[in-house]
């Protein structure tokens, strides 16, 4: 489980992503890169660390299923992931 704080972080970082998208795809679009750098670091979506849904894990991230490795496997051993079975050859 991630620390409280970082997932608030997250969540306050993709709404300044969507808050600026508009404004910063115009100024990309003029080229104007002096006004892009006056904005906020934090509205760019290249800073936004893909996190687990469920409980904010940053790494072992799975993008299709948007949860982390361990969750992956666990919701799937429970059969709770549609579509997921364990392999067996």
């Known amino acids: 489980m991630a620390k409280k704080s970082k ?3 997250a969540e306050k ?3 300044l992503i969507a808050k600026y998208a508009v404004l910063r795809r115009e100024l990309k ?3 104007d ?4 750098r006056k904005l906020p670091k934090d509205s760019n979506p290249n800073r936004l ?3 687990d849904h469920l409980d904010g894990r940053p790494r072992g991230y799975m993008r299709k299923f948007d949860m ?3 969750n992956f496997r666990k919701y799937a051993h429970l059969g709770q992931i549609p579509g ?3 392999a067996s050859w």
């Open 7 to 9: 997932i608030a972080k």
């Open 13 to 15: 970082q993709k709404k």
């Open 29 to 31: 679009a003029k080229g």
């Open 33 to 36: 890169y002096e006004a892009l």
């Open 49 to 51: 660390r893909n996190r």
């Open 68 to 70: 982390s490795r361990l």
């Open 84 to 86: 997921v079975h364990k």
